[in-house]
């Protein structure tokens, strides 16, 4: 079964600095799918970013970009000029592919950020 | 209505009671799925429909039993719920257009069993 490691469950930053959380995961698939979700004190569950394991190239959406190392299993979030509205608990999940068929996802506990103003 | 939407998003039932989480996505996909926030745990999938079928039951206790009436519906019948099954449920759906389908979250149902 895959598993999906978060290793810190808090981070702080200062607003406008840069900040990278981490996520490890175990498979024994070479075709998955890597994302990132937020969820603000509201609860809802929000897609930040994705990556496809066959691509190379790390997914970049605006302030938000990865680093995954396939070798390593390593899908590291980085968020740029961190903003107030960025301070939620962050997950990193996996889905694995069936060809296209449903799968759920595999979460991580979780990486509370804090933002200071 | 836009998104995904889960009704009620508060819920407070006893043992002996039996309830239903309404889940209703308004994106056109067709597949749909319950997962389960407790404060200790990650987010646990429980079950998964693709099409209107269920494919996945993730060795979820039969006091949950899922209905998926129509693409658009999902719903999560609760009978004999125990305190431990307190939590938040999140119903996602997805669009099974390839393997690169993204799922989307409603808001959550936050369930207290006394």
């Known amino acids: 079964a895959q598993t999906v490691t978060q290793s810190q469950p808090e981070m702080s930053v200062q607003e406008a600095e840069t900040v990278t959380l981490s996520c490890t995961y175990d498979?024994?698939?070479?075709?998955?799918?890597l994302f990132w979700y937020k969820q603000p004190p509201s609860r809802q569950m929000i897609l930040v970013i994705r990556q496809e394991a066959y691509k190379q190239q790390n997914a970049t959406e605006n302030r938000f970009s990865v680093n995954f190392q396939k070798a390593a299993k390593s899908f590291s979030l980085k968020i740029s000029d961190s903003q107030l509205g960025d301070a939620a608990m962050y997950f990193c999940a996996y889905r694995g592919y069936s060809g296209g068929g449903a799968d759920g996802l595999t979460f991580g506990k979780g990486t509370h950020l804090i933002i200071q103003p | 209505e836009t998104g995904v939407t889960q009704t009620p998003r508060h819920l407070v039932m006893g043992m002996t009671n039996k309830k239903s989480l309404k889940c209703e996505q308004h994106l056109g996909h067709n597949a749909m799925y319950w997962y389960k926030q407790s404060a200790k745990k990650p987010l646990e999938l429980m079950f998964v429909y693709s099409l209107e079928e269920r494919v996945e039951n993730n060795s979820v206790p039969s006091r949950f039993s899922p209905e998926c009436p129509n693409s658009s519906h999902l719903f999560l019948h609760l009978h004999t719920l125990q305190p431990e099954d307190s939590a938040l449920y999140l119903c996602a759906s997805s669009q099974l257009a390839g393997p690169t389908d993204t799922q989307y979250f409603g808001p959550g149902t936050r369930l207290t069993v006394l």
């Open positions: 498979t024994s698939e070479s075709d998955y799918y």
